[in-house]
């Protein structure tokens, strides 16, 4: 199985900042890697696919990069309604995996 | 406009059988590419995949639930199913259905299932 190693397990930032998510793919899964948002007794909501595309409707402070086997989420001028647990995803390789998860707050 | 919902029976005892139902709108199931998925998140824990069925019926399973896991779809009602067998308390989570469009894009509330005796 492809294990997704995220990064940190938890972070508070304050308003205004920049910051970013990694995971770690324990091997190849080309660009087949999503990051998703969620809120408290909400479901997930999908931000980027494809390691860098945009989802429709997200806001460009959101951000995908890849470089080697690091995937990184990074959210420009954060704002309050950023905070939730992001989880990274492929969907290189069955059996599909996730990412631990992050939480972000903000201060 | 995307919609999923999920239905299920809320709570069930150790070794039944559970049977999760997935309505869905704004797409179908025949459509070259489309899919379906059942992903679970314990309380407080990460999302676990389970199992995809795809537009030609081809289905796919997490090995870890080893044989328990069954996927079935509706095309003419836009339903999905997920059937697992043998619960216990480690299968106790929120279980969401999701449409695939090469990635899961659209996902439905969930719902919450407690296994207990």
């Known amino acids: 199985d492809i294990q997704m190693t995220q990064s940190p397990s938890s972070m508070s930032a304050s308003l205004g900042d920049t910051v970013t998510i990694t995971c770690l793919a324990s091997?190849?899964?080309?660009?087949?890697l999503s990051w998703y948002q969620q809120k408290p007794g909400k479901s997930p909501k999908l931000m980027i696919y494809?390691?860098?595309n945009l989802e429709d409707g997200v806001p460009s402070r959101f951000s995908g990069s890849r470089s080697g086997s690091d995937y990184s989420l990074t959210i420009n001028s954060l704002g309050y309604d950023d905070e939730g647990i992001y989880h990274c995803?492929?969907?290189?390789?069955?059996?599909?995996?996730f990412g631990s998860g992050t939480k972000l707050e903000i201060k | 406009q995307v919609t999923l919902k999920e239905s299920g029976p809320g709570i069930l005892q150790p070794s039944q059988t559970l049977s999760l139902t997935c309505t869905f709108s704004g797409f179908s199931l025949s459509t070259y590419g489309m899919g379906v998925g059942w992903i679970r998140q314990p309380s407080g824990k990460g999302l676990e995949w389970l199992a995809n069925?795809?537009?030609?019926?081809?289905?796919y399973y997490n090995p870890s639930l080893k044989n328990r896991l069954t996927i079935s779809k509706d095309t003419s009602n836009n339903q999905a199913f997920l059937k697992i067998t043998n619960v216990d308390t480690a299968d106790t989570a929120t279980y969401y259905c999701?449409?695939?469009?090469?990635?899961?894009?659209?996902w439905g509330q969930g719902v919450m299932v407690t296994v207990s005796s």
């Open positions: 995803h492929q969907y290189y390789e069955y059996p599909l995996t």
């Open positions: 091997q190849d899964i080309g660009n087949y």
């Open positions: 069925i795809w537009w030609d019926d081809d289905k």
């Open positions: 999701a449409r695939i469009d090469y990635r899961f894009d659209y």
């Open positions: 494809g390691a860098t």
